[in-house]
């Protein structure tokens, strides 16, 4: 039987590859929509500080809407901060699909163990974001108040 070239066996990882950097691109995508939501959340929170008002109804509300954004803005840094943990360990999961054809050891269950543990991180990222979505739109007023 014919022993595979060096050729051919870095073709072959290249190919397992494929998928977990198309993972790593969605993921950045999603990471530059949940870095945009969180500017905005700091944007509002800097004009409702600046903003002084010696109406005590309006500051009041004011002070709510802070505390609002406070919340979001913690739901959103953990959603960005579990999907960097998972692009990190898809990452990883590339590199040990690599070291394991080049230094020839079995890297199947460090790769199943650490593709499962990123899924389950970009899981809680995403229930965080949602969190963070259903307040924005619970906190929405729209109209006269």
Do not use: W, Y
């Not at 790769?111 to 949602?130: D, E, H, K, P, W």
Request: proline residues 1%.
């Amino acid at each position: 039987m014919l022993e595979e070239s060096p050729l051919a066996a870095i073709a072959h990882v290249i190919q397992l590859a494929v998928a977990p950097v198309f993972l790593l691109t969605g993921i950045g995508g999603i990471l530059a929509v949940m870095t945009s939501r969180l500017s905005r959340i700091v944007d509002r929170a800097r004009v409702l500080e600046a903003h002084t008002s010696t109406n005590a109804e309006h500051q009041d509300r004011v002070q709510q809407e802070l505390a609002t954004l406070s919340r979001r803005a913690k739901l959103i840094s953990v959603s960005i901060g579990l999907c960097t943990v998972t692009a990190l360990l898809v990452s990883t999961v590339i590199a040990i699909l690599f070291l394991g054809s080049f230094l020839t050891f079995d890297a199947s269950l460090a790769v199943a163990l650490l593709f499962v543990a990123a899924m389950l991180a970009f899981i809680a990222a995403l229930l965080s974001f949602l969190r963070e979505v259903f307040l924005a739109i619970a906190s929405l007023q729209i109209g006269k108040h």
